[in-house]
């Protein structure tokens, strides 16, 4: 069997701006070769079981010299492995992905090329540049501002000012001074429009805007550092009217998202989209009954049901298993109707093909319960976590309906990285953190200890049951519209508008 290494581009910070075609290859990988700078998300999309190996360049002293780098793709490929180069921006801009080609070339190893969305481009989009503009420029050119030890820059200075493009430096911010006297040496005005982007594209990013004579200054004030792009021409002037990004409602904030790892995604997607600066935590994991024989009688005898009632999508899933495990499918749930907690439960369950027959207009436990005491005429069989929240059984024994209470997964209230949490907790590096269910704040509170000071922070809450689970250990809460990861972005997006 032969391996394979495919160049992939990682984007410049913002996970989103990994192509399609790079998540998909990063999903088949086997080995992983990855630089620094590559976002935190995007390095979690790498599957588990595979290799990941870090090679992180830090500026002047490699970690990992490049020969040895393509030393290890080449051993890798050789093994059989399908591998992936993960770079930061686009592979060939400036990454050296024509090096690590070369060994794979003259060794008959198979190689694809995925080209990323490149720093140069999207660090200045990100702050309001567009790099070309039909009324003040015809060309773009990306320059190196790195040097090798002991020489002298190796920029044709006056070439680029006669060209009269936008200017982009990669790797310049050690050598801004020089840059900036090298250009206004070849003639270029000093009042040119010029700005450095730092950290384009990720919730930290600061731009730096001035003229190319008063640049150095200003970026020293600011202590702009790597990784920046330097921009220099006339667009740089339309920043202020066009930088965007800076004013996202959530930009920079650092908000926690303890939901459980498989359902974590939409949310930080929509905090991320926001500006926000987002740590997956998940604090609770589910793990299914297995074997749990009391799901397999009841799916045996479905009949005596007159509903059947799903309170998260970690339920329908550890249901789905049990099922598949007896040979069996959704046709099993013939008549039976379907009741779900909410919204994510009723997706839940259209992934398998059914589609709820009851949702109640709050989503909880107690309006659950409510709504299916309302609508049972027989037999309700609940599906849901060994520690379920007695509000759903109280309302349909106040109501005389008849149930079973099936326990079909389990819930872990911890996250084994507790010490980082606690660490940042104490250190008041944390003020928002979201809770999409009580057993969140559970597994929060159980993660950094309950003897923390919790007056720090801000929860929030996508209902009332969680918001009285949080206010419990002296969480200050606040609490979204609806029960709805939609609204709890909102709550978000209020909360930092008015702090
Ligand atoms: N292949 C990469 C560039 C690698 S050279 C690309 O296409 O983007 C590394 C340089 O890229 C850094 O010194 C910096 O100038 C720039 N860079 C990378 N990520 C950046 C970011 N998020 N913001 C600003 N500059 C960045």
Redesign the pocket.
Known sequence: MSGNVILV?AG??DPGLLTVKGREALAQAEVVVYDR?ISPAILAMIPEGAEAIDVGKRAARHTVPQREINQILLRKAQEGKHVVRL?????F???RGGEELEILAENGIDFQVIP?V???VA?AAYAGIPVTHRDCCSSLHVVTGHRREGTALDIQFRALVQGGGTLVF????GALPEIVSGLLEAGMAPNTPAAM??????PCQRRCGGTLSNLPERAAEMGIS????IVVGQVCAQAEKFDWFSRLPLKGRRILVTRPKERAGALSEKLRALGADVTEYPCIATVPLDPCPELEEALGRLSRYEWLAFTSPAGVEAVWRCLGRLGRDARAFGNIKLAAIGGGTAKALEGHGLSADLVPEVYDARHLGMALAGAAKARVLILRAQEGSPALTEALSGAGVSYDDIAVYRTIYQNPRWAELRRALDAGELAYVTFTSASTVKGFVSTVGADADFGKIVGLCIGEQTAGEAEKHGIPVQVAEKATVDALVALAAKACRER
């Open positions: 581009g410049p910070g700078l770079k930061g921006g686009d592979p801009v400036f990454g990323g490149t720093s140069a660090a990669l790797m310049g911010v982007v730092e950290r384009g594209t990720t790597s990784p920046a792009v």
